[in-house]
């Protein structure tokens, strides 16, 4: 059974770098047909996708954050992580990790069969 | 971006009820969309993707259908696990992966 667990700094301050790391485990994270994505959630708000990494390394970012947002890939640890710069109070949420997996081939096109529990960010002084 | 409207955003039903969410699409995508169920303090857990296909493990009361602009998730007879938050979500990333605004399903 697949399971994502998240980690990272619960509190960061304004002006700085939130980063946060996706654990993979059941499942080795270079398995084909799948990208690994950050969603997150404001407290109480609906759901923001972040963006996703292939095992590769290439990865594509929601156009709203994506000057802002880095992920990278450790298939050594089987994790991938993200960074997110210059944060401020409205990226204050809950971060889940999730896998994506392909809905036909070469589509582009992903859903999310499986989540990590989320934790929480506060970006706070 | 491809924006996605749920309606009814709040809407509350009995055990044993029959209840229909909607999600309307900006412009078409296709069967590219997927429903989620979301209960407080949990992930969200994937119900539905290709628009009508069932997760594996997901209740058979639970169906999806539309195509292009308009979809349906339908419950066919509420249980009191069902009491949750319904979220669509379209697939492709062009320009960005998005979620509809939610629909808060309580019980009456």
């Known amino acids: 059974q697949l399971q994502l667990q998240e980690s990272g700094s619960g509190l960061v301050k304004p002006s700085q770098t939130l980063s946060l790391t996706c654990a993979v485990s059941?499942?080795?994270?270079?398995?084909?047909?799948?990208?690994w994505s950050w969603i997150r959630q404001p407290p109480g708000k609906g759901l923001e996708w972040i963006g996703y990494?292939?095992?590769?390394?290439?990865?594509y970012f929601n156009p709203s954050l994506e000057r802002r947002v880095t992920m990278s890939v450790d298939r050594s640890k089987n994790q991938f992580s993200l960074r997110l710069t210059s944060v401020t109070a409205a990226d204050s949420a809950v971060y889940f990790c999730?896998?994506?997996?392909?809905?036909?081939?070469?589509?582009?096109?992903?859903?999310?069969?499986?989540w990590g529990r989320g934790t929480l960010v506060t970006v706070s002084s | 971006d491809i924006q996605l409207t749920q309606s009814p955003s709040f809407l509350s039903a009995s055990v044993g009820d029959r209840v229909t969410i909607t999600c309307r699409a900006s412009?078409?995508?296709?069967?590219?969309l997927a429903w989620y169920q979301q209960k407080p303090g949990k992930a969200p857990k994937l119900l539905i993707y290709?628009?009508?296909t069932l997760q594996s493990g997901v209740p058979s009361r639970f169906s999806g259908s539309g195509s292009g602009t308009e979809f349906t998730l339908t419950i066919s007879s509420l249980q009191p696990e069902d009491f949750a938050t319904y979220y669509c979500?379209?697939?492709?990333?062009?320009?960005?992966?998005?979620f509809g605004q939610g629909s808060r399903l309580d019980i009456k």
């Open positions: 290709a628009a009508s």
């Open positions: 059941g499942d080795s994270i270079s398995s084909g047909g799948y990208s």
């Open positions: 412009q078409g995508i296709s069967s590219f």
């Open positions: 999730a896998r994506g997996k392909l809905y036909y081939y070469d589509s582009g096109a992903y859903y999310f069969d499986y």
């Open positions: 979500q379209q697939l492709n990333r062009n320009p960005s992966i998005t």
């Open positions: 990494i292939y095992q590769s390394g290439s990865a």
